[in-house]
T-cell receptor, first 114, second 110 residues
Framework: DVKVTQSSRYLVKRTGEKVFLECVQD?????MFWYRQDPGLGLRLIYF???????EKGDIPEGYSVSREKKERFSLILESASTNQTSMYLC?????????????FGEGSWLTVV | QKEVEQNSGPLSVPEGAIASLNCTYS??????FFWYRQYSGKSPELIMF????GDKEDGRFTAQLNKASQYVSLLIRDSQPSDSATYLC??????????FGKGTMLLVSP
């Protein structure tokens, strides 16, 4: 079975703090993704990566950065957390193929910024 | 901008009925179509995917694709209360990332 692990499930951070969200996958997937999900707004792509040290902006990259130093690990960084970044964050991974990339999600990280 | 549209619901059906969930997409180049189920407070889990026009069945689930009409649907036969969840439609083309709809909430009453 595909395993995407988000180490931090529930976090409470203060405004202005630097926040790291870590994600590890064990399926040797090339692609990794970070989404946030908010009521009424659905899933929105923040950043994705299709290879080590590669990153691409998604739909809402502002206020976020990412790091992919190893193939299995993809980190989301909030340089200075703000209250509007309170959300559920979902990491996902997939193979990189032309026949449709089934993506598999981690369990999610609930972040509250106070 | 690629768009995927779903009725937000809730769609309410009695136990044992057929639930029909619909999705339309804007990108005619879309090649692959996915249905995910998401229980409240949980992450999305893949139910099934479909690439070709027509029907694809997997147990109680049937995905239907009509590329000419840019329409994909999910039928759930013999609906159970445990099927109550939000169902997300997702679409992609080639190497591009998935575009998700906002989901349809399904409520199955006993």
């Amino acid at each position: 079975d595909v395993k995407v692990t988000q180490s931090s499930r529930y976090l409470v951070k203060r405004t202005g703090e630097k926040v790291f969200l870590e994600c590890v996958q064990d399926m040797d997937h090339e692609n990794m993704f970070w989404y946030r999900q908010d009521p009424g707004l659905g899933l929105r792509l923040i950043y994705f990566s299709y290879d080590v040290k590669m990153k691409e902006k998604g739909d809402i990259p502002e206020g976020y950065s990412v790091s992919r130093e190893k193939k299995e690990r993809f980190s989301l960084i909030l340089e200075s957390a703000s209250t509007n970044q309170t959300s559920m964050y979902l990491c996902a991974s997939s193979f990189r193929t032309t026949s449709g990339n089934t993506i598999y999600f981690g369990e999610g990280s609930w972040l509250t910024v106070v | 901008q690629k768009e995927v549209e779903q009725n937000s619901g809730p769609l309410s059906v009695p136990e044992g009925a057929i639930a029909s969930l619909n999705c339309t997409y804007s990108d005619r180049g879309s090649q692959s179509f996915f249905w995910y189920r998401q229980y409240s407070g949980k992450s999305p889990e893949l139910i099934m995917f479909i690439y070709s026009n027509g029907d694809k069945e997997d147990g109680r689930f049937t995905a239907q694709l009509n590329k000419a009409s840019q329409y994909v649907s999910l039928l759930i036969r013999d609906s159970q209360p445990s099927d109550s969840a939000t169902y997300l439609c997702a679409v992609t083309s080639g190497y591009s990332t998935l575009t998700f709809g906002k989901g349809t909430m399904l409520l199955v009453s006993p």
